[in-house]
């Protein structure tokens, strides 16, 4: 599989390295200063582009390459704002286009093992929610994606709670509380916690090294190539 990689950070680079260990031919690298070489790639040269850019270029990219006829996974988060926008080009173009705040398979698994927990403690109403996150200083969103799906899940499932909101101030008891702290350079940890009078029910995602987003984003390259014109998120992967 031929795959272009836009926007090479940390994470970025990891992809590459991770695609080429798979068997796959990294066929360009966009960066920012040849960012105008996005209009270079079509289906003759490229499978699929994977976008790990800064929030304020992911909708750029991703839209270059949906009008050229490419698949794309975007890693990128931040960019909720013009998701909408991105989501409608796919389907007038007929593309495929799919987007995760976080390729770890192990927060698939905190994701539905959260969602079962959130669940069960509907009958126990004495314990309230809330979560943390914590990531790099230099992580420019916050909460994080990962945390903004984490607190939908949580939402969907506990009748108490209705919506979310960041800490720092007063919640309602309806509203889930979600922390978000930055500091050195801490890859990203999630946590999920029930706390009651007397005691206090934890669910971590510790991730250690951003190999394990890199494994997955390539993952999700070979399974989007594979699939219908559509939309898809990284559990979409795994049904």
């Known amino acids: 599989m031929r795959i272009a990689l836009i926007g090479v950070g940390k994470t970025g680079s990891r992809v590459g390295e991770s695609a080429v260990t798979r068997g796959h031919e990294i066929v360009a690298q966009i960066r920012s200063g040849n960012a105008a070489d996005v209009a270079l790639l079509r289906p003759e040269n490229c499978d699929v582009g994977i976008v790990f850019t800064p929030p304020s270029a992911a909708a750029a990219a991703v839209r270059v390459l949906l009008n050229a006829g490419l698949p794309v996974v975007v890693g990128t988060t931040g960019w909720d704002d013009e998701r909408d926008e991105v989501v409608r080009l796919t389907g007038e173009t007929a593309g495929r286009l799919l ?122 390259a070979e399974w989007l190539v594979r699939q219908k014109p559509g939309v898809y998120t990284f559990s979409d992967c795994f049904a």
Do not use: W
């Open 99 to 220: 987007y995760a705040a976080n390729f770890s398979v192990g927060v698939q698994v905190f994701l539905q093992t959260a969602r079962e927990l959130s669940r069960r403690m509907n009958s126990h109403p004495n314990f309230d929610a809330y979560i943390e996150e914590r990531h790099h200083r230099r992580k420019a969103d916050a909460p994080s994606g990962t945390a903004k799906v984490l607190a939908q899940v949580v939402v969907s499932e506990l009748d108490r709670k209705s919506d979310f909101g960041v800490c720092g101030h007063a919640l309602a008891p309806e509203v889930l509380s979600v922390a978000s702290s930055r500091a050195g350079d801490i890859v990203g940890v999630h946590r999920l916690a029930f706390v009651s009078q007397y005691e206090e029910i934890s669910l971590v995602h510790d991730a250690r090294d951003r190999t394990c987003f890199a494994d997955g984003a390539v993952f999700a």
